[in-house]
């Protein structure tokens, strides 16, 4: 079955840029998306397929994907970014989520 | 504006059955493709089962067998029956909607707990 690997955790400090990747086989053939999601609450979309931003959702996130490993980069960073981060892509009618990355902001 | 609110969940014995539903609004269930996803306490996203447009239904190894998805049309729900639960089942369920063709979930639900336990 298909994985996708993500880091477990990146620190970055307030207006810097937070990077998390996701990595799979061939991942850039695929489509990529990501969520965040703060606790206690339900996942958000906050980037679709590889590099679009769903309506309300800031510039500051963005995203690619190529060869092996996609990337979500959220450029000046700011407290309310604090969130678990699931990258996840489709392969064949299975739904495959990354394991989350938590974005801590210190 | 799209919403889905689910229900069912509760604290069930293992062995036992459970059903949950999720009640949607300002879209057609029927018209969409429609998913539940699960997440275990202080773990990660976990996909559980998907149902299309058309009808055909996918889930995840974990489940399979166990796990049976619907919809209601008439009321507008997305429904999972949930037989032969496991402790490992615990988890917080999410009803979302799927973008068809492209695979990914616009829309969530806020979640109801399932609990596996003696």
């Known amino acids: 079955s298909y994985e996708l690997t993500q880091s477990p955790s990146v620190s970055v400090s307030p207006g810097q840029t937070a990077s998390i990747t996701c990595s799979g086989d061939k991942l850039g053939d695929k489509y990529v998306c990501w969520y965040q999601q703060k606790l206690g609450q339900s996942p958000i979309l906050v980037i679709y397929q590889d590099f679009k931003r769903p309506s309300g959702i800031p510039e500051r996130f963005s995203g690619s994907n190529s060869g092996n490993t996609a990337t979500l980069t959220i450029s000046g960073t700011q407290a309310m970014d604090e969130a678990d981060y699931y990258c996840q892509t489709w392969d064949s009618h299975t739904f495959v989520f990354g394991s989350g990355t938590r974005v801590t902001v210190v | ?118």
Not at chain 2, 63 to 74: A, L
């Open chain 2, 1 to 118: 504006d799209v919403q889905l609110v689910e229900s069912g969940g509760g604290l069930v014995q293992p062995g036992g059955s459970l059903r949950l539903s999720c009640a949607a609004s300002g879209f057609n269930v029927s018209s969409n493709y429609m998913s539940w996803v699960r997440q275990a306490p202080g773990k990660g996203l976990e996909w559980v089962s998907v149902i299309y447009s058309g009808g055909s239904t996918y889930y995840a190894d974990s489940v399979k067998g166990r796990f049976t998805i619907s919809r209601d049309n008439s009321k507008n729900t997305l429904n999972v029956q949930m037989s032969s639960l496991r402790v490992d089942d615990t988890a917080v369920y999410y009803c979302a909607r799927v973008v068809g063709s492209w695979y990914y979930f616009d829309n969530w639900g806020q979640g109801t707990l399932v609990t596996v336990s003696t």
